[in-house]
């Protein structure tokens, strides 16, 4: 399993940092920099606890004025290049939210060098319209990095990011700076467009799939902007959706013969690993290809007992009629940051074009001692 990204924060890290904020400014207090940021706590900190702690200890070793102290971070920011120094647009976000034109200066570097979308959002609840025309120069850079953040940073329910209630209640001041971005030469810059439509989505289908039926068809880089854009909408089979990509209705009934799907062991401890597979004949009484995404949905058990789908795409392409498919998919039972796994039998079902063709279950258990008793059990 891979280290958490927390742990990039190691003190080879941190004194390679105080001693080139030093080299720059002098007076600064290495130790006393060190010190304050692995003080009492610093271990149980995640990520975003522990980039706001880096933040605030610079806060109170660089110069109290944020004009001399912000000079200092842009007389070194691009040495200091990747994802471990987001505490750059931090500390803008921190300590200069008062200080609006100074601050959009030094978010517009900093991105370049990190990413400054989650340090933009305060200052767009703060001053919406103003933030808002800022980014719509952005979008209009030559840099790609200014062009993702004028895109990313209004993203309405950006993942990690405060959200933007104001966006997820009215999206119409985003439409416009998507539009600027809508055949975008970037992947970099079109991937944020794609998600910022999958955001407002969730909210306002109606609003994207106007959207996506005026751009598809276009360019075929808003082509692809446009698919990825839809992607919840297409996992929720939303018929108007299906219909525009060119899904046929009802395929699930009209055109699969046969489905069965099955696991090589309906037990599991949660860190382990179930084997499924599945197989489809369809029937041959179609006169040409159709068009079929196949998808198996996990009923994920959550604490407290409750359910949540999620749908792990297997197949999407047009299928001859008479074909016979199979295929298959390990699922992991490892939790992650984005997913912890409690005990409890778990629903899989196979699904095409957004109906469920056949199904089985797995029981996953908390530990192996529980799946062995459970199989005994049983």
């Given at each position: 399993?891979?280290e958490?990204?927390?742990?990039?924060?190691?003190?080879?890290?941190?004194?390679?940092?105080a001693?080139?904020?030093?080299?720059?400014?002098p007076?600064?207090?290495?130790?006393?920099?060190?010190?304050?940021?692995?003080?009492?706590?610093?271990?149980?900190?995640?990520?975003?606890?522990?980039?706001?702690?880096?933040?605030?200890?610079?806060?109170?070793?660089?110069?109290?004025?944020?004009?001399?102290?912000?000079?200092?971070?842009?007389?070194?920011?691009?040495?200091?290049?990747?994802?471990?120094?987001?505490?750059?647009?931090d500390?803008?976000?921190?300590?200069?939210?008062?200080?609006?034109?100074?601050?959009?200066?030094?978010?517009?570097?900093?991105?370049?060098?990190?990413?400054?979308?989650?340090?933009?959002?305060?200052?767009?609840?703060?001053?919406?319209?103003?933030?808002?025309?800022?980014?719509?120069?952005?979008?209009?850079?030559d840099?790609?990095?200014?062009?993702?953040?004028?895109?990313?940073?209004?993203?309405?329910?950006?993942?990690?990011?405060?959200?933007?209630?104001?966006?997820?209640?009215?999206?119409?001041?985003?439409?416009?700076?998507?539009?600027?971005?809508k055949?975008?030469?970037?992947?970099y810059?079109?991937?944020?467009?794609?998600?910022?439509?999958?955001?407002?989505?969730?909210?306002?289908?109606?609003?994207?799939?106007?959207?996506?039926?005026?751009?598809?068809?276009?360019?075929?880089?808003?082509?692809?902007?446009?698919?990825?854009?839809?992607?919840t909408?297409?996992?929720?089979?939303?018929?108007?959706?299906?219909?525009?990509?060119?899904?046929?209705?009802?395929?699930a009934?009209s055109?699969?013969?046969?489905?069965?799907?099955?696991?090589?062991s309906?037990?599991?401890?949660?860190?382990?690993?179930?084997?499924?597979s599945?197989?489809?004949?369809?029937?041959?009484?179609?006169?040409?290809p159709?068009?079929?995404?196949?998808?198996?949905?996990?009923?994920?058990?959550?604490a407290?007992?409750?359910?949540?789908?999620k749908?792990?795409?297997?197949?999407?392409?047009?299928?001859?009629?008479?074909?016979?498919?199979?295929?298959?998919?390990?699922l992991?039972?490892?939790?992650?940051?984005?997913?912890?796994?409690?005990?409890?039998?778990?629903?899989?079902?196979?699904?095409?074009?957004?109906?469920?063709?056949?199904?089985?279950?797995?029981?996953?258990?908390?530990?192996?001692?529980?799946?062995?008793?459970?199989?005994?059990?049983?």
């Open positions: 399993m891979a958490p990204l927390k742990l990039m924060y190691d003190m080879p890290f941190l004194r390679r940092f001693e080139l904020t030093a080299s720059e400014w007076p600064f207090e290495r130790e006393r920099f060190i010190q304050l940021v692995i003080g009492e706590g610093w271990e149980e900190l995640e990520l975003k606890g522990r980039i706001r702690r880096i933040t605030e200890s610079l806060g109170a070793v660089l110069p109290a004025s944020y004009p001399e102290a912000l000079a200092v971070l842009l007389a070194i920011h691009e040495r200091c290049s990747g994802f471990p120094y987001l505490f750059f647009p500390f803008v976000e921190r300590y200069g939210l008062s200080d609006w034109e100074r601050s959009m200066h030094a978010l517009a570097k900093f991105t370049i060098q990190s990413s400054a979308e989650f340090a933009i959002r305060q200052f767009l609840i703060q001053e919406t319209e103003r933030t808002m025309a800022r980014m719509m120069e952005w979008a209009q850079s840099n790609e990095h200014l062009r993702r953040l004028a895109s990313e940073g209004c993203r309405p329910r950006l993942p990690w990011g405060q959200a933007l209630s104001m966006f997820k209640r009215d999206p119409s001041p985003i439409l416009p700076l998507l539009e600027l971005l055949c975008d030469p970037s992947l810059v079109r991937k944020s467009v794609a998600n910022n439509l999958n955001d407002i989505a969730k909210d306002h289908p109606d609003v994207v799939k106007a959207i996506a039926a005026r751009w598809k068809g276009q360019h075929a880089l808003t082509d692809w902007i446009v698919r990825h854009g839809c992607r909408l297409i996992k929720a089979a939303d018929p108007e959706i299906m219909a525009l990509f060119g899904y046929e209705e009802g395929a009934q055109c699969v013969d046969a489905a069965e799907i099955e696991v090589m309906d037990k599991v401890e949660i860190g382990g690993i179930v084997q499924v599945y197989a489809m004949r369809l029937t041959d009484s179609a006169n040409e159709v068009k079929l995404r196949i998808e198996l949905g996990v009923s994920y058990v959550k407290g007992g409750k359910v949540s789908q749908r792990f795409l297997l197949s999407d392409k047009r299928t001859a009629p008479g074909a016979r498919l199979t295929g298959g998919k390990k992991d039972f490892t939790d992650l940051t984005t997913r912890k796994h409690y005990p409890g039998l778990h629903r899989l079902e196979l699904i095409v074009n957004g109906a469920p063709v056949a199904e089985t279950a797995v029981m996953v258990y908390g530990s192996v001692e529980e799946l062995k008793k459970g199989s005994r059990v049983e």
